[in-house]
């Protein structure tokens, strides 16, 4: 259940004492890619970081890292039973999220995190994070509209309840590619607050672009990574310094790079072990029109081009969403006619339980209204036979699955739980 508010929350961590800082992180797009470079370039600069991130992708605990390896099983359920004892014994009535949120912070606190990268869960103003009052830095990605039901119909009223995490006296990195709108509503909020200075995302120290590690590492990302990379880096630059830390310079910057690790996002995956296809598939977790748009520009540009004949490779897709989202809108930057399309719906979500699929066949149904796709199929709920009906139809052209993080969720656990049942004596790599 959702509900927004910051009572509860500071009711669960009355008793925590939260000695770290924090990176803190709001917007609708990019927030999970800034926090994954942010946390990689604090851990080569030597400080000891914590990341707390929503959605998990594959356990809940997943979500909550140190030094970027997720926190051991044992370690979250203690802790989260712990706050579960005090939020009914105290009758606070807090939210799932409020209750991860103060067992993030806890577990922070415990394993003497210096600095902790948190994610907006959902918003800003009213969000269960944004009880964290002196952060060094705030970071707002790039804002769309999304969640509408509770943060309001118009960019604008999103925005303004994004700005809600800015700070007084608190810098603020934003990601310079937003509406002008959205930079207006932010520059408001700001001089409301008293928050400051604001830095935009191409305000890079000078000679950063021009240098040759940064064109010959950052420059070859696609464009929103570049984008989002370089937030991080300005957001981490001005942590440093409130820390009275060494700058970090580029050399160290691009060895975090090459660290970072955020599945989901433009990820290839192997997959031959259940589908049989030999080919890696693209794995990517856009779940709104703006990142759809992202990731149909990619697939466009780097995936449909065939440099052996110059001709377009037609696209087989594995899509699922959660109920409610703007199937068109996402859609419509995604399949174009002659592609193939395989609708599924995802599994429960743990921790999650208001969160609903759509039914695979009124997805497959809005596909056919978007494009005169070639063949289409849906499997209900069973993610497995999605991607072998896929396999099946690509005959090794391009597979993508998108649509939604839960069905992304869903995708790498199926791999997991397989590599688990061929070695078992494999367990996951863990941090406590």
């Known amino acids: ?14 008793h925590t004492p ?8 709001a917007g609708t797009n990019g ?4 926090c994954a470079a942010a946390s990689a370039m604090l851990r080569q600069s030597k400080v000891r970081c914590g990341r707390f991130t929503s959605p998990h992708l594959i356990d809940r605990w997943d979500c909550i890292t140190i030094n970027d390896i997720p926190i051991k099983q044992n370690l979250f359920r203690e802790v989260e039973d ?7 014994a105290e009758g606070i009535k807090a939210s799932e999220f409020e209750v991860l949120t103060a067992t993030a912070f806890e577990i922070f606190t415990r394993e003497h995190v210096e600095v902790g990268v948190v994610e907006v869960g959902m918003g800003g103003r009213l969000d269960a994070t944004n009880i964290l009052q002196s952060p060094l830095v705030t970071t707002i990605s790039k804002i769309s509209l999304d969640h509408q039901a509770w943060l309001g119909n118009t960019i604008d009223e999103i925005a303004r309840e994004k700005a809600g995490i800015l700070k007084p006296g608190v810098p603020c990195v934003i990601d310079h590619t937003n509406e002008p709108t959205v930079k207006e509503v932010i520059e408001v909020v700001a001089k409301e607050v008293g928050a400051g200075p604001l830095l935009y995302g191409d305000q890079l120290p000078e000679g950063t672009e021009t240098s040759a590690e940064w064109r010959g590492n950052v420059g070859n990302l696609p464009f929103h990574q570049q984008v989002n990379t370089a937030c991080a880096y300005l957001a981490v630059c001005r942590a440093l310094e409130s820390l009275r830390r060494p700058p970090l310079d580029l050399h160290n910057l691009m060895c975090a790079l090459k660290q970072q ?3 989901g996002r433009l990820q290839k995956l192997q997959l031959e072990p259940i589908t049989g296809r030999s080919e890696p598939i693209l794995l990517d977790g856009a779940h709104n029109a703006d990142s759809a748009r992202v990731l149909g520009e990619y697939v466009n540009r780097r995936v449909r081009p065939n440099p052996s004949d110059k001709t377009t490779t037609k696209i087989t897709w594995v899509l699922a ?14 399949i174009t006619d002659g592609d193939n399309v395989i609708t599924v719906e995802f599994g429960p979500v743990d921790g999650m339980p208001w969160v609903r699929p759509m039914p695979s066949s009124d997805l497959l149904e809005a596909a056919r209204g978007t494009a005169k796709i070639n063949q289409g199929n849906r499997c209900r709920d069973d993610v497995l036979a999605a991607l072998r009906s896929a396999t099946e139809i690509a005959k090794g052209s391009p597979v993508v699955v998108a649509g939604s993080l839960y069905l992304v969720s869903d995708v790498l656990r199926l791999r997991r739980d397989f590599s ?10 863990d941090a406590g």
């Open 82 to 88: 712990k706050v579960l004892r005090y939020n009914i």
């Open 420 to 429: 688990q049942k061929v070695s078992p004596e494999l367990e996951p790599t």
């Open 321 to 334: 969403m959660s109920d409610g989202k703007a199937v068109k809108e996402i859609l419509a930057p995604l």
């Open 261 to 263: 690790n955020w599945p």
């Open 1 to 14: 259940m959702i509900q927004p508010g910051l009572e509860r929350v500071g009711l669960l961590l009355k």
């Open 18 to 25: 939260l000695p770290w800082k924090a990176i803190h992180v």
């Open 31 to 34: 927030k999970g890619s800034i």
